[in-house]
């Protein structure tokens, strides 16, 4: 736990540069505009006063941290920063205490999805007072990581992985600005690589540029693909977490095991866990897909789905590589069906088109006597009393009798349904 004073000189050492060059207003912010816009509502609301608690929601390096610093320095609030790896409710306690004695305070969590349901507990009190601005950085999707009581508390903002243009203005302003690069000439003759093996990342872009300007020697430094290949030793894998790059890659595993070929599915996991994505967070894409597009044709795909997001939030990196594995194969190799999603799609599409339908008097619950006395529940057909445990009754309302939803795929499991359904309707409603 600390609180923040002096960022560039840490005991007799020098802070990194990524540290040195980060932005102390919105005017030296580079990125996410679509927040920090002049007519932005978030920038709109900080220069008017009014900062609410907030969870920022983006990949790292996307400047969380630092739009947080900038949030505090324009609303001259006391800064503390905890990081949820290291810290507890002790923690908490104590800088609540301190922004008890001062007024307001702006406490920065990083990684907050990594506190527990206790810890995000204890700083429900002071948010909901405003003795703190409670300003969480997550990497992960916090509807899923956040409890909902925090989450209805503040405001979720989503960042963005910066774009070529803001990594090159990052790099530019950095070579002009900062004292010890400006101490060597340095060149940008190629940047392609040196942006390639940033994914994205401001932090990696800068560090990676100190690394290089460190270990030439000479007054004069001339970055170059090449040069960039050679100090970072080996091509790293670009995986953008919340990026354009972790979307795509997700598309393209759903797609492969959709288009049943667990050659390339297993192909897109391997990125996915070398990428260091959320097993968690596969897994949940995983028990999607066993329904919307596997469904009925394997129910078994469901359970197997499910009991991998179970194990894998038990044990985690590296073993849970062969649950996800034996899973995605399994997947993959299965019959596909999406009558599951048709069939709810269409009911939906029914629900917006005809609104609040009565139920069927003869379907009405008739817990008391005057329920009973005006009709709810009367004429009800027990199914299990009749052959087959079927009856020719109406289960929809009256205004959409006979309205097909379900149809069951094209598969050997779902044709044993069709040929059940077909028989028991053909009577009922002549289909």
């Given at each position: 736990?600390?609180?923040?004073?002096?960022?560039?000189?840490?005991?007799?050492?020098?802070?990194?540069?990524?540290?040195?060059?980060?932005?102390?207003?919105?005017?030296?912010?580079?990125?996410?505009?679509?927040?920090?816009?002049?007519?932005?509502?978030?920038?709109?609301?900080?220069?008017?006063?009014?900062?609410?608690?907030?969870?920022?929601?983006?990949?790292?390096?996307?400047?969380?941290?630092?739009?947080?610093?900038?949030?505090?320095?324009?609303?001259?609030?006391?800064?503390?920063?905890?990081?949820?790896?290291?810290c507890g409710v002790k923690d908490v306690r104590e800088v609540i205490g301190e922004a008890r004695q001062e007024g307001?305070?702006?406490?920065?969590?990083?990684?907050?999805?990594?506190?527990?349901?206790?810890?995000?507990?204890?700083?429900?009190?002071?948010?909901?007072?405003?003795?703190?601005?409670?300003?969480?950085?997550?990497?992960?999707?916090?509807?899923?990581?956040?409890?909902?009581?925090?989450?209805?508390?503040?405001?979720?903002?989503?960042?963005?992985?910066?774009?070529?243009?803001?990594?090159?203005?990052?790099?530019?302003?950095?070579?002009?600005?900062?004292?010890?690069?400006?101490?060597?000439?340095?060149?940008?003759?190629?940047?392609?690589?040196?942006?390639?093996?940033?994914?994205?990342?401001?932090?990696?872009?800068?560090?990676?540029?100190?690394?290089?300007?460190?270990?030439?020697?000479?007054?004069?430094?001339?970055?170059?693909?090449?040069?960039?290949?050679?100090?970072?030793?080996?091509?790293?894998?670009?995986?953008?977490?919340?990026?354009?790059?972790?979307?795509?890659?997700?598309?393209?595993?759903?797609?492969?095991?959709?288009?049943?070929?667990?050659?390339?599915?297993?192909?897109?996991?391997?990125?996915?866990?070398?990428?260091?994505?959320?097993?968690?967070?596969?897994?949940?894409?995983?028990?999607?897909?066993?329904?919307?597009?596997?469904?009925?044709?394997?129910?078994?795909?469901?359970?197997?789905?499910t009991n991998c997001f179970q194990a894998v939030s038990m044990i985690g990196y590296p073993e849970c590589q062969l649950?996800?594995?034996?899973?995605?194969?399994?997947?993959?190799?299965?019959?596909?069906?999406?009558?599951?999603?048709?069939?709810?799609?269409?009911?939906?599409?029914?629900?917006?088109?005809?609104?609040?339908?009565?139920?069927?008097?003869?379907?009405?619950?008739?817990?008391?006597?005057?329920?009973?006395?005006?009709?709810?529940?009367?004429?009800?057909?027990?199914?299990?009393?009749?052959?087959?445990?079927?009856?020719?009754?109406?289960?929809?309302?009256?205004?959409?009798?006979?309205?097909?939803?379900?149809?069951?795929?094209?598969?050997?499991?779902?044709?044993?349904?069709?040929?059940?359904?077909?028989?028991?309707?053909?009577?009922?409603?002549?289909?």
């Amino acid at each position: 736990m600390r609180r923040e004073q002096d960022q560039f000189i840490w005991g007799d050492r020098i802070a990194p540069l990524a540290e040195r060059m980060r932005p102390t207003s919105f005017d030296d912010y580079i990125g996410q505009t679509h927040l920090l816009s002049v007519k932005a509502p978030l920038r709109r609301a900080i220069t008017g006063g009014r900062i609410p608690s907030m969870i920022f929601w983006g990949p790292p390096g996307s400047g969380k941290t630092t739009l947080a610093r900038v949030i505090a320095e324009h609303g001259k609030l006391p800064f503390w920063s905890l990081s949820a790896i290291n810290c507890g409710v002790k923690d908490v306690r104590e800088v609540i205490g301190e922004a008890r004695q001062e007024g307001s305070a702006l406490l920065f969590i990083d990684e907050i999805h990594r506190f527990n349901k206790a810890q995000q507990d204890s700083l429900l009190g002071a948010v909901e007072s405003g003795t703190i601005i409670l300003v969480g950085a997550t990497t992960e999707n916090p509807s899923f990581e956040v409890i909902s009581p925090l989450l209805s508390r503040c405001q979720v903002y989503t960042l963005k992985a910066l774009g070529q243009e803001d990594l090159l203005l990052i790099l530019e302003r950095a070579i002009k600005k900062d004292e010890i690069l400006q101490a060597k000439k340095i060149v940008l003759e190629e940047t392609a690589h040196l942006l390639y093996l940033s994914g994205g990342d401001a932090r990696k872009l800068l560090n990676l540029l100190e690394l290089i300007v460190q270990a030439e020697e000479g007054h004069s430094i001339t970055l170059t693909n090449a040069k960039v290949q050679e100090y970072a030793q080996k091509k790293i894998a670009v995986y953008d977490k919340q990026g354009e790059q972790h979307y795509d890659i997700i598309s393209a595993f759903i797609k492969s095991i959709r288009g049943s070929d667990p050659n390339a599915a297993l192909y897109w996991l391997a990125r996915m866990i070398k990428g260091g994505e959320d097993p968690k967070f596969i897994a949940r894409r995983l028990l999607i897909l066993a329904s919307e597009d596997i469904g009925n044709a394997n129910p078994n795909a469901l359970l197997l789905a499910t009991n991998c997001f179970q194990a894998v939030s038990m044990i985690g990196y590296p073993e849970c590589q062969l649950i996800l594995s034996q899973t995605v194969s399994f997947l993959a190799a299965s019959p596909k069906s999406n009558s599951a999603t048709t069939s709810i799609m269409e009911a939906m599409s029914l629900v917006e088109e005809t609104g609040d339908l009565p139920v069927p008097i003869h379907l009405r619950n008739a817990p008391t006597k005057l329920m009973k006395e005006i009709g709810y529940g009367k004429d009800y057909q027990y199914s299990h009393s009749y052959q087959n445990s079927f009856s020719n009754q109406e289960y929809l309302p009256d205004k959409i009798q006979g309205k097909k939803l379900y149809e069951p795929g094209d598969n050997a499991r779902e044709s044993e349904m069709r040929t059940r359904l077909k028989r028991l309707w053909e009577e009922k409603y002549g289909y």
